[in-house]
C-alpha cells in the first residue's frame, strides 16, 4: 500500500474577511504545517463571493515553494479553450510545474448561462478539453474545435478505442448516476458560512438541485452524448468538420508538461472519462465502499483502454476535533447543500479527534484512495491546517 497525501481547500472569501487571513498566508501556513496541497474551486455566478481560480492558485503559488497547486474541480468547458490552455500553462509554469488539474463539466445551469455557453453541450466540450489540452501545453499548432465543442480534424491525444456502455450505466436526469452520489467540493455550500470547503461543494457548492458536484461536479445526464450533439452518444466528441473548410491552427507558448488530470464527480460517466482520458479519479463526499467499486469499475476500463491505472483522489469535508453535534451539522449542510438524503450522508463529514480522522481515512486507503482534498467546516482554518497535519502524521507514508 503506497502513501496517502493530504490537501485542503484554501479559504473562500467570506473566511478570509472575517479572519485578514490572505490566500497566500493560508497557503504558506499549510505548506509549513506539512500538508501536501492546497486547493481551490472553480465557479463563475453561484449566488456568493468566489474567487476566479487560476488568479487565487497562482497567488498559493507565488507564496510557496513545495506544496501541490490544485484545481478542486476547473471547469474546460465553460471557457474557449485556447483560454483555458492559457490559463492553466501559466498556472503550471508559475508554480514550478506543481499543478494538480481537477476537471469537472457541473456547477449548474445558471453558470453556463452566465458564460454564454450552452449547459447541454458540457460532456462534449469536456471531452474535447481533455483531448487537445495536453497538446495545447505542450506548444503544438492544434486546430481548434468549432464552437460546438466538435473536433476539426484533431485526433484525441489520449488513446480512445471504442467502449460499448454497459446498460443503465448513463446518468439520469438529475445528473445522478452515481457510483456515489458525486460532489465537488469546491467554493459554496456553505455550511452558514461555516464551512470553508471552498465554501463547500467543490470541496464546491449548492449545486442544481439534484446536481451532486465535486468538492465539485456533476456527471451530465448523458455525458454519454446529449441530444442534438455531434458525437458517438458515448461522450467522445465528433471528428467532423463544422463549416467547411478549418481554420489556422493555434500554438501557444511557452510549452509546458501537462499536469497530472483528477476526473471529478463519482458518476459512471465521470470514471469512463478518468479511464479515458484522465490521469486520476476525483469523487467528493462519498463512502469507502463507493470509493471500493468505482475503483474497480475504474481498473477495469483502464486496462481495457492499454492505459496505465489511474490514481484515486477523495473530497472530503471536516471539522477535526468535532464531536457527533457537529458531524450531524455538517452533513445536514451537505445534505441540503447537495439535495442528497441526510441518512445517506450522515456519516461522510471526517469529525472527533486527529486519530479518529485518520482511522476514517485509513479506510479510504484501503479502498483504494491515495490522496484526499479536505474542506474545512468550521473552527480556525489555520489551526485545522495544523490538526490535518497531525492526522496526516498518523497516517503510514
Given at each position: 500500500?503506497?502513501?496517502?497525501?493530504?490537501?485542503?481547500?484554501?479559504?473562500?472569501?467570506?473566511?478570509?474577511?472575517?479572519?485578514?487571513?490572505?490566500?497566500?498566508?493560508?497557503?504558506?501556513?499549510?505548506?509549513?504545517?506539512?500538508?501536501d496541497g492546497v486547493w481551490h474551486g472553480d465557479h463563475l455566478a453561484v449566488g456568493g463571493p468566489v474567487l476566479d481560480a487560476p488568479i487565487a492558485l497562482a497567488t498559493a503559488a507565488a507564496a510557496t515553494t513545495r506544496i501541490r497547486i490544485g484545481v478542486s474541480v476547473f471547469i474546460p468547458a465553460i471557457r474557449p479553450l485556447a483560454w483555458a490552455a492559457k490559463q492553466l500553462a501559466t498556472l503550471q509554469y508559475v508554480s514550478g510545474e506543481r499543478l494538480v488539474l481537477g476537471v469537472g463539466s457541473?456547477?449548474?445551469?445558471?453558470?453556463?448561462?452566465?458564460a454564454g455557453v450552452p449547459y447541454g453541450e458540457r460532456g462534449?466540450?469536456?471531452?474535447?478539453?481533455?483531448?487537445?489540452?495536453?497538446?495545447?501545453?505542450?506548444?503544438?499548432?492544434?486546430?481548434?474545435?468549432?464552437?460546438?465543442?466538435?473536433?476539426?480534424r484533431v485526433e484525441p491525444a489520449r488513446p480512445h478505442p471504442d467502449e460499448p456502455a454497459p446498460p443503465g450505466e448513463a446518468a439520469p436526469p438529475g445528473e445522478a448516476a452515481r457510483l456515489g452520489k458525486a460532489t465537488h467540493l469546491g467554493e459554496t455550500a456553505r455550511l452558514g458560512e461555516a464551512a470553508h470547503l471552498g465554501e463547500l461543494g467543490h470541496p464546491g457548492g449548492p449545486q442544481h438541485p439534484g446536481e451532486r458536484p465535486h468538492?465539485?461536479?456533476?456527471?451530465?445526464?448523458?455525458?454519454?452524448?446529449h441530444p442534438g450533439e455531434?458525437?458517438?452518444?458515448?461522450?467522445?466528441p465528433s471528428r467532423r468538420v463544422e463549416g467547411g473548410e478549418p481554420g489556422q491552427p493555434v500554438r501557444l507558448t511557452p510549452a509546458v508538461a501537462m499536469p497530472p488530470v483528477w476526473v471529478g464527480n463519482?458518476?459512471?460517466?465521470?470514471?469512463r472519462r478518468a479511464a479515458r482520458l484522465g490521469d486520476g479519479w476525483f469523487p467528493s463526499l462519498v463512502s469507502p465502499a463507493e470509493v471500493a467499486a468505482g475503483r474497480d469499475r475504474l481498473a477495469e476500463l483502464t486496462a481495457a483502454h492499454g492505459r496505465p491505472s489511474s490514481v484515486i483522489a477523495i473530497g472530503a469535508v471536516a471539522l477535526v476535533g468535532g464531536g457527533?453535534?457537529?458531524?450531524?451539522?455538517?452533513?445536514?449542510?451537505?445534505?441540503?447543500?447537495?439535495?442528497?438524503?441526510?441518512?445517506?450522508?450522515?456519516?461522510?463529514?471526517?469529525?472527533?479527534?486527529?486519530?479518529?480522522?485518520?482511522?476514517?481515512?485509513?479506510?479510504?486507503?484501503?479502498?483504494?484512495?491515495?490522496?484526499?482534498?479536505?474542506?474545512?467546516?468550521?473552527?480556525?482554518?489555520?489551526?485545522?491546517?495544523?490538526?490535518?497535519?497531525?492526522?496526516?502524521?498518523?497516517?503510514?507514508?
Amino acid at each position: 500500500m503506497g502513501s496517502f497525501e493530504i490537501g485542503v481547500i484554501l479559504p473562500g472569501v467570506a473566511e478570509q474577511q472575517r479572519t485578514g487571513l490572505t490566500l497566500g498566508t493560508a497557503a504558506r501556513h499549510a505548506e509549513q504545517a506539512g500538508l501536501d496541497g492546497v486547493w481551490h474551486g472553480d465557479h463563475l455566478a453561484v449566488g456568493g463571493p468566489v474567487l476566479d481560480a487560476p488568479i487565487a492558485l497562482a497567488t498559493a503559488a507565488a507564496a510557496t515553494t513545495r506544496i501541490r497547486i490544485g484545481v478542486s474541480v476547473f471547469i474546460p468547458a465553460i471557457r474557449p479553450l485556447a483560454w483555458a490552455a492559457k490559463q492553466l500553462a501559466t498556472l503550471q509554469y508559475v508554480s514550478g510545474e506543481r499543478l494538480v488539474l481537477g476537471v469537472g463539466s457541473g456547477g449548474g445551469p445558471r453558470q453556463w448561462e452566465a458564460a454564454g455557453v450552452p449547459y447541454g453541450e458540457r460532456g462534449q466540450r469536456t471531452d474535447t478539453a481533455l483531448a487537445l489540452l495536453p497538446r495545447l501545453l505542450a506548444g503544438e499548432p492544434v486546430l481548434l474545435p468549432d464552437d460546438g465543442g466538435a473536433l476539426a480534424r484533431v485526433e484525441p491525444a489520449r488513446p480512445h478505442p471504442d467502449e460499448p456502455a454497459p446498460p443503465g450505466e448513463a446518468a439520469p436526469p438529475g445528473e445522478a448516476a452515481r457510483l456515489g452520489k458525486a460532489t465537488h467540493l469546491g467554493e459554496t455550500a456553505r455550511l452558514g458560512e461555516a464551512a470553508h470547503l471552498g465554501e463547500l461543494g467543490h470541496p464546491g457548492g449548492p449545486q442544481h438541485p439534484g446536481e451532486r458536484p465535486h468538492p465539485g461536479e456533476s456527471a451530465s445526464p448523458g455525458e454519454r452524448g446529449h441530444p442534438g450533439e455531434p458525437g458517438d452518444g458515448a461522450g467522445r466528441p465528433s471528428r467532423r468538420v463544422e463549416g467547411g473548410e478549418p481554420g489556422q491552427p493555434v500554438r501557444l507558448t511557452p510549452a509546458v508538461a501537462m499536469p497530472p488530470v483528477w476526473v471529478g464527480n463519482a458518476s459512471a460517466a465521470a470514471i469512463r472519462r478518468a479511464a479515458r482520458l484522465g490521469d486520476g479519479w476525483f469523487p467528493s463526499l462519498v463512502s469507502p465502499a463507493e470509493v471500493a467499486a468505482g475503483r474497480d469499475r475504474l481498473a477495469e476500463l483502464t486496462a481495457a483502454h492499454g492505459r496505465p491505472s489511474s490514481v484515486i483522489a477523495i473530497g472530503a469535508v471536516a471539522l477535526v476535533g468535532g464531536g457527533p453535534s457537529a458531524q450531524a451539522e455538517i452533513a445536514a449542510g451537505v445534505s441540503a447543500g447537495y439535495g442528497r438524503p441526510l441518512e445517506e450522508v450522515a456519516s461522510i463529514p471526517l469529525t472527533g479527534p486527529p486519530a479518529q480522522v485518520a482511522e476514517r481515512l485509513a479506510e479510504y486507503r484501503a479502498a483504494g484512495a491515495a490522496h484526499a482534498v479536505v474542506g474545512i467546516s468550521g473552527g480556525d482554518w489555520r489551526a485545522q491546517v495544523e490538526l490535518l497535519a497531525e492526522v496526516s502524521s498518523l497516517l503510514p507514508r
